[in-house]
């Protein structure tokens, strides 16, 4: 049985600057200050996409919709991830204690599950749930989380394993797409952000436009 590994795709900005160049060019989007954020910004941002994916609950999740208003927080991963995925949410979820409730309330979380045979609704709540029950998990199958990324010209995930095996890694693109009120994408988070800097950069995020 192959040893449990993990081999994320850490995105350079060379590739970034390539998603954003590649997706359709959005309305003249409304003015948002990015004055003092630590991440890496994308030129042109990146447009918020539009999908359904269901909830850990079960019910229907549209991703536009449901995150109007608000800023936002993407990421794919997985409940056996190692070191990217859990290491990511443990940080923005300390970063969220630090901070003025109000900053909590101007903000959603949502992880994308990409290991749909192990990653039952139950298992991602239960696993989110260890970092924060406010964030929100949603689980599809592996043909409509892959459409979510192909719709955002973002690398696809690739799950090696062979029959019968269950201890096998994937290999996912390993930022955080935060997207602001104008429903786009201006700055990403790759891993390795510490605490302070998800701190500085969530105030600025829910500032509003």
């Known amino acids: 049985m192959r040893p449990f590994t993990h081999a994320p795709r850490l995105a350079p900005l060379a590739l970034l600057l390539l998603v954003g160049a590649a997706g359709c060019k959005p309305a003249e989007p409304k003015a948002v200050s990015l ?8 030129t042109p941002p990146i447009v918020k996409p539009d999908f359904l994916l269901n909830t850990t609950e079960g019910k229907p999740f549209n991703f536009r919709q449901e995150t109007e ?40 979380v949502v992880f ?23 964030f929100i ?20 995930f690739a799950i090696d394993s062979t029959p019968g095996d269950t201890n096998y890694y994937v290999d996912h693109v390993a930022m955080v797409l935060a997207f602001t009120r104008d429903d786009l994408a201006h700055v990403v988070y790759p891993f390795g952000v510490k605490q302070a800097d998800w701190a500085n950069d969530l105030v600025i995020l829910t500032r509003g436009s």
């Open 35 to 42: 004055d003092g954020l630590t991440g890496p910004k994308v």
């Open 69 to 108: 208003g608000y800023a936002t927080l993407l990421f794919f991963g997985y409940t056996h991830c190692p070191d990217v995925c859990p290491v990511h949410l443990a940080n923005i979820a300390a970063a969220l204690k630090t901070l003025n409730p109000d900053v909590g309330e101007q903000l959603k």
């Open 112 to 134: 994308v599950t990409t290991d749909p045979a192990r990653d039952t609704p139950e298992v991602v709540r239960s696993w989110l749930d260890k970092f924060d029950k406010r």
């Open 137 to 156: 998990g949603l689980v599809g199958t592996r043909e409509s989380v892959s459409a979510v990324l192909q719709q955002m010209r973002l690398p696809p």
